[in-house]
Nanobody, 123 residues
Framework: VQLVESGGGSVQAGGSLRLSCAYG???????MGWFRQTPGKERERVAA????????YYADSVKDRFTISRDNAKNTVYLQINSLKPEDTAMYFC???????????????????WGQGTQVTVS
């Protein structure tokens, strides 16, 4: 499947992190998204990006602090998280729909390829 996240860690509130997700070259034509999950809760989509990277979409709860981007030349999608809050503590996953259609508002079930996740802990 080849989606590999990195960049998580433990940070203090107010800090920043940049998460990375390396993907196989064939994902460059697909919608990509970042999700997060805490124990006992459903996996929440926080951001999505179109295949070319020109269109981005965010959950209302994060849109002023999170930035998704991708570099298809490097086969990597990023999630920049600023002004971290304790409630951002979660396992973060990148995922792909495996398709190139409209990436806006796609439900979690649309994403069929997943990475193993990277933990973000904010204290």
């Amino acid at each position: 499947v080849q989606l590999v996240e990195s960049g998580g860690g433990s940070v203090q509130a107010g800090g920043s992190l940049r998460l990375s997700c390396a993907y196989g070259g064939w994902y460059s034509g697909y919608c990509m998204g970042w999700f997060r999950q805490t124990p006992g809760k459903e996996r929440e989509r926080v951001a999505a990006i179109s295949p070319g990277g020109s269109r981005t979409y965010y959950a209302d709860s994060v849109k002023d602090r999170f930035t998704i981007s991708r570099d298809n030349a490097k086969n990597t999608v990023y999630l920049q998280i600023n002004s971290l809050k304790p409630e951002d503590t979660a396992m973060y996953f990148c995922a792909s729909t495996g398709s190139s259609g409209n990436c806006r508002g796609l439900p979690r079930s649309t994403y069929v390829y997943w990475g193993q996740g990277t933990q973000v802990t904010v204290s």
